[in-house]
């Protein structure tokens, strides 16, 4: 059976595609500020689903009624997503990384606002 480079192409982003989904945390610390957060899913089909502020470790429910509990364990750099179906998608943290923002208007004393983004990617599910 012979195949041309495009229609395998085509079919390795196929099976790339449905495992797009992920998780973004993005947390602001600075000089007198309590952490804010946000945290947000990406599904497979690229749009952004809020999942709530300050929230980067521990169990929820959202206000999709297609997701029942989304969890995250900061400690071990993991998550997962339990759907309202049963189906379970977890995710491990893959990217971490800090920068200083807000400019210098955002510091005090030499301290300045740091923000912090993880992202956590599908993986398969061990626990």
């Known amino acids: 059976m012979k195949f041309s480079l495009p229609a395998v192409v085509f079919g390795l982003s196929l ?3 449905g495992d797009a989904a992920k998780i973004e945390v993005r947390t602001t610390t ?3 500020l309590i952490p804010v957060s946000s945290t947000a899913y ?3 089909d690229g749009i ?8 980067s470790d521990g169990c929820r ?3 999709y009624n297609w997701i029942k509990q989304i969890c995250i364990d900061d400690d071990k750099g993991r998550a997962h997503i339990i759907y309202s179906g049963g189906t379970k998608k977890c995710f491990k943290r893959t990217r971490s990384w800090s920068y200083l923002c807000g400019g210098d208007e ?7 606002n740091r923000c912090w983004e993880y992202d956590y990617t599908v ?4 626990w």
């Open 15 to 17: 099976l790339g595609a």
């Open 30 to 32: 600075g000089p007198g």
């Open 42 to 44: 990406i599904g497979d």
């Open 48 to 55: 952004t689903y809020p999942v709530g502020g300050s929230f």
């Open 61 to 63: 429910k959202t206000s």
């Open 106 to 112: 955002s510091c005090h004393n030499g301290v300045c």
């Open 123 to 126: 993986v398969k599910c061990t």
